[in-house]
């Protein structure tokens, strides 16, 4: 599967954006799908996950409530919800897919990754 995300860019403290992944190239409901974020000189982290169906969403502790994940299997596509943001989340935001992941927190578990897109939250 081949992922493109897109919607990034910058935006105020308190502001909105909303991301989103394209897949094409093979049955996006196949894939469990997650969004990791990377800041400048740290490591990938998790931000949120989501099952097949849909159904099964995952948050990491720092966006809970403020973010929300979101798939259309129609679409092959999958969407993060951004809001309330603050200047923390700067970040490349990367979505992930993997076939039957054990931990959709663990970035080692996805082999198919986009190519990020850049958010960037002033204060």
């Known amino acids: 599967v081949q992922l493109q995300a897109s919607g990034g860019g910058s935006v105020q403290a308190g502001g909105s954006l909303r991301l989103s992944c394209a897949a094409s190239g093979s049955t996006f409901s196949s894939y469990a799908m997650s969004w990791f974020l990377q800041a400048p000189g740290k490591e990938r982290e998790f931000v949120a996950g989501i099952n097949w169906s849909g159904d099964g969403t995952y948050y990491a502790d720092s966006v809970k409530g403020r973010f929300t994940i979101s798939r259309d299997n129609a679409k092959d596509a999958l969407y993060l919800q951004m809001n309330r943001l603050k200047p923390e989340d700067t970040a490349v935001y990367y979505c992930?897919?993997?076939?039957?992941?054990?931990?959709?927190?663990?970035?080692?578990?996805?082999?198919?990754w986009g190519q990020g897109t850049l958010v960037t939250v002033s204060s």
């Open positions: 992930a897919a993997a076939t039957f992941p054990e931990s959709l927190r663990d970035s080692r578990e996805f082999r198919y």
